[in-house]
């Protein structure tokens, strides 16, 4: 499918900025209402070459006007981002088209994009695969290369250290994993004792399927990652997420875990980055999308527990379905919303923007309109007040 969009020309970007109001002590106080700052699209069916074909084992059925298979590999599902600090950003692809059993010729990749938010528009730079060719995964791959697919991982996930190497957030072991700058894996996939996903295989799950490590964070010294998990454990407390802390030097769980309870447990967060030693921003979503969706909020989680209720304390800081558009940026309404069923992307851009991008979930999403696959949007949101985030951060 050439002919819909090939990556590496510019093709449009949006990122949001969002001001953020001074941090609250109460669990559930909140920031000023957002305001867009910035908005642009990567269209949904911009693609590179990487698994060619992709998308066989879809069945050829049409979905939002897309018909699979597709001659080259699409850029879709941004499940995490870093920022370079030049003004381009890493974007991490999930595992493909949504499980591991449809998902086996699609590439693991990180993406490397150049916005221009003054038109609007983004070059696609580049990117890596995602390999293991010292054969360092204990069970057998997809690929006889080695290549690494969305049938072996599902990738949700992604902070870069100090030494330039990626930590990865999967969600089939749940599995940590560690690449180095050119994609290879430098280490077997570290588990999580006493949690397993379906498609572990080391059997006997405890976790339901793609509900693995969807969040993933870093101290600012960078010697510690905190790892989310999506979905409940089985015998933990409805609406229970665990938090668990990992140290990068001794390459092992410290123990100390913390919960972070959603409003709802039917919602599902979206990812988890570090504001200084002690907070983190949180993405935290219903299901819905379009018409249906309702709740997709950013909340700003401390782990000292001032009420001592044995959770995270929550700040609401940002309604992604709330967000004043003044210069109508997004749109002709004087309000933006973001109604996507996936949203799995946040950074810090500055002390006062974040930047919010959602996963289209190509070709299957069609939250902004009916019938039409969603693109990729990127947007900036500035709110009322500073985060006081950790310089280190900020840089």
Do not use: C
Not at 34 to 48: K, N, W
Not at 122 to 131: F, Q
Not at 326 to 343: K, W
Not at 364 to 380: L, P, V, W, Y
């Amino acid at each position: 499918m050439r002919s819909l969009r090939r990556a590496g020309v510019g093709v449009g970007l949006g990122v949001l900025s969002l001001a953020l109001a001074a941090p609250s002590a109460s669990a559930h106080g909140t920031f000023g209402r957002a305001t867009l700052t910035g908005f642009a699209a990567l269209p949904a069916a911009t693609f590179v070459s990487a698994s060619d074909p992709s998308g066989s084992l879809l069945g050829g059925t049409p979905s939002n006007g897309i018909t699979p298979p597709f001659d080259d590999q699409p850029i879709q599902g941004f499940s995490g981002i870093v920022r370079n600090g030049d003004g381009t950003f890493e974007v991490l692809s999930d595992n493909g088209y949504g499980n591991k059993a449809n998902s086996a010729d699609f590439v693991l990749r990180i993406h490397r994009v150049g916005p221009n938010y003054g038109n609007h528009t983004v070059d696609v730079l580049g990117g890596i695969n995602l390999t293991d060719p010292n054969n360092l995964v204990p069970f057998a791959l997809t690929r006889p290369d080695r290549v690494l697919t969305g049938s072996d991982f599902d990738v949700e996930s992604i902070q870069r250290a100090k030494d330039g190497t990626y930590w990865i957030g999967d969600e089939f072991g749940p599995y940590l994993l560690h690449f180095d700058r050119a994609g290879r894996l430098l280490q077997a996939p570290i588990p999580l004792d006493g949690v397993r996903a379906p498609e572990n295989p080391a059997g006997n799950p405890n976790l339901n399927s793609s509900k693995g490590f969807e969040g993933l964070a870093q101290s600012p010294d960078g010697r510690k990652l905190y790892a989310l998990l999506e979905g409940v454990v089985a015998g933990d407390a409805a609406g229970g997420l665990r938090l668990n802390e990992f140290d990068i030097a001794s390459g092992k769980y410290t123990g100390k875990r913390w919960i972070y309870q959603l409003e709802d447990p039917a919602n599902a967060i979206g990812d988890a980055i570090a504001v200084d030693d002690d907070r983190f921003l949180i993405i935290e979503r219903d299901n819905g999308q379009g018409a249906t969706a309702k709740f997709k909020r950013i909340y700003l989680a401390d782990k000292r527990d001032r009420n001592r209720d044995g959770k995270l304390d929550k700040t609401l800081v940002a309604d992604l379905m709330d967000i004043a558009d003044p210069r109508h940026l997004g749109g002709s309404s004087d309000t933006f919303t973001f109604p996507f069923q996936t949203i799995e992307d946040v950074v810090i851009l500055d002390d006062r923007t974040l930047g919010v991008v959602n996963d289209n979930n190509f070709p299957f999403s069609n939250g902004r309109t009916a019938g039409q696959a969603d693109n990729n949007e990127f947007i900036t949101i500035r709110l009322t007040d500073s985060l006081h985030a950790d310089k280190r951060f900020l840089k």
